[in-house]
């Protein structure tokens, strides 16, 4: 018995201890893979295929985990690096199933943070649905009250302005973007922010202040290692200097540009460099250079580019829908299989319960009839100790009678013994005596006869008061 108890505490303390471990295992995985995923969502603005890389792992680890958290934040942030490669198709489709897989855990934070990347998307070919998405996200976001989140969909919101030529309405946005990110200390996003209001006093013509800002948001930029927004920004200062004719400073700006995209490979920075250089040559005068850079064709294929993509991205989302109904009408179908095979097994318990508490009620009933025998009995029981009981005070009151009979008989021999000591013992002495003198001679015969005849005369009436205080009672010996 001792060795069975010993062995099941080994086996216990075993299995605590790989328990224990399998908890730290899967304790250290998740933190890795939170921090993969922050460490791709840091690199989006220097380098994105990075930011995939980072993900695509993070992504692996969390599904053997099944860590929906990390699934879900995988997908969306390697959708942003799809994103910044201008990747739309690929993009769409990690953020669809990002905001598929925060649905399912009714996370709403998260849910606001995707329909804000997908209307980043929407940004460059289709401004209803981005500002459509955005405003989504923020209703959300306002009610969780997430300062980080508002101050990007604010700046994102500008971006949907300034895109429509609305640059006073996008300013407020931007302005407020700014605030936010100035109180949460967000630096990557004040430097974007820095471009978006430099972008717009140049549009408003405000050049002095549109060149500070965008050489300040090219510096910071570049102390950051953000590649995106120096690429960006160089874009718009080229694009300033060509405005008021400094050439040879839009020609070092656009070179210094050009650096930044291809490191990006990005492509629609690449595009939006060579029609810059295309006005650089332009505004030069330098007309077979500039052709060469096609700004017909290079409109028109962009205008064509940005068409597709808006409809490529309606119909994968369309898809994802439609696959997303597929899923739910399997997942109906296989819930409707185990609603029946539940039904049946519940009626099956009811079944066996109801024969259970049938059961339960005949013996009950039969208890109760027990009981009932049992009452009767112990009333009967009861009824005879009450007789019992009454027979044993009578029997007390005989006895009490019977030991004041045997005490009086008692008395009477006692009186009796007395009497025959005193009153009878007396005359029988005195006639040994007179016995004793005539056999001496001693007595004359006649007087001895006398004496003996008086003697028993007494014995005689002794025995006679014997016999009636027998028969009356006790009396007082004299």
């Known amino acids: 018995m001792k060795r069975t108890f010993s062995l099941l505490v080994f086996f216990l303390i075993t299995f605590v ?33 990075q930011t995939i890389s980072d ?32 990747q739309a198709t690929a993009a769409i489709n990690d953020y669809l199933n990002a905001l598929s897989t925060f649905e399912k855990a009714k996370d709403l934070r998260s849910q606001a ?15 209803t649905k981005a500002l459509e998405y955005f405003k989504k996200s923020l209703t959300i976001t306002e009610r969780l009250n997430d300062s980080s989140l508002t101050a990007s969909l604010y700046m994102n919101i500008g971006n949907v302005y300034y895109r429509k030529n609305s640059f006073n309405q996008a300013l407020n946005y931007y302005d407020k973007s700014n605030a936010l990110f100035a109180s949460l200390g967000d630096s990557a996003n ?38 995106k927004p120096v690429a960006s920004t160089n874009l ?62 290079f409109r028109q294929d962009s205008s064509i580019h940005i068409s597709n993509e808006s409809t490529q991205i309606n119909l994968i989302q369309e898809q994802f829908k439609q696959e997303a109904k597929q899923r739910d009408t399997e997942l ?14 519940v ?83 005195t006639l040994r005596g007179l016995m004793n003198l005539e056999k001496e001679g001693l007595v004359d015969e006649k007087e001895c006869i006398n004496m003996m005849d008086k003697c028993v005369s007494d014995i005689d009436q002794k025995i006679i008061e014997m016999s009636e205080m027998l028969n009356e009672g006790p009396r007082t010996i004299v």
């Open 17 to 49: 201890i790989y328990a224990k471990g399998n908890d730290d295992i899967t304790q250290k995985d998740t933190t890795e893979i939170i921090k993969l995923n922050r460490q791709a969502y840091a690199n989006r603005l220097t380098s994105p295929e």
């Open 55 to 86: 993900a695509s792992k993070a992504l692996d680890m969390a599904v053997k985990l099944d860590y929906k958290a990390g699934i879900g934040e995988a997908y969306r942030v390697r959708g942003i690096g799809y994103y910044y490669l201008n």
């Open 113 to 127: 943070k995707v329909n804000n990347n997908i209307g980043n998307l929407y940004l460059d070919n289709n401004l």
């Open 190 to 227: 004040l430097v974007q922010c820095l471009q978006n209001r430099g972008v717009i006093y140049y549009h408003l013509n405000d050049y002095d202040k549109a060149e500070k800002l965008l050489l300040a948001a090219n510096k910071a930029a570049k102390a950051q290692d953000l590649n």
């Open 236 to 297: 718009t200062l080229a694009s300033l200097y060509i405005a008021q004719g400094k050439f040879d400073e839009a020609e070092r700006i656009v070179h210094e540009g050009e650096a930044y995209a291809a490191a990006l490979k990005d492509e629609k920075l690449t595009n939006d460099y060579n029609y810059t250089i295309y006005q650089l040559e332009f505004k030069k005068k330098n007309y077979e250079k500039a052709l060469r850079y096609l700004q017909t064709i």
């Open 332 to 345: 109906l179908l296989v819930n409707q299989q185990n609603d029946r095979i539940k039904f049946w097994a």
């Open 347 to 429: 009626t099956v318990v009811a079944g066996l319960l109801l024969v259970v508490i049938g059961l339960l009620v005949s013996n009950v009933k039969r208890k109760a009839a027990t009981n009932a025998q049992l009452t009767g009995l112990n009333e009967e029981v009861s009824r005879q100790k009450d007789n019992l009981d009454r027979v044993n005070h009578h029997l007390e009151e005989i006895i009490d009678e019977r030991t004041k009979d045997l005490q009086v008989k008692n008395k009477k021999l006692s009186d009796y013994s007395s009497y025959l000591s005193h009153q009878i013992r007396g005359p029988i002495a």
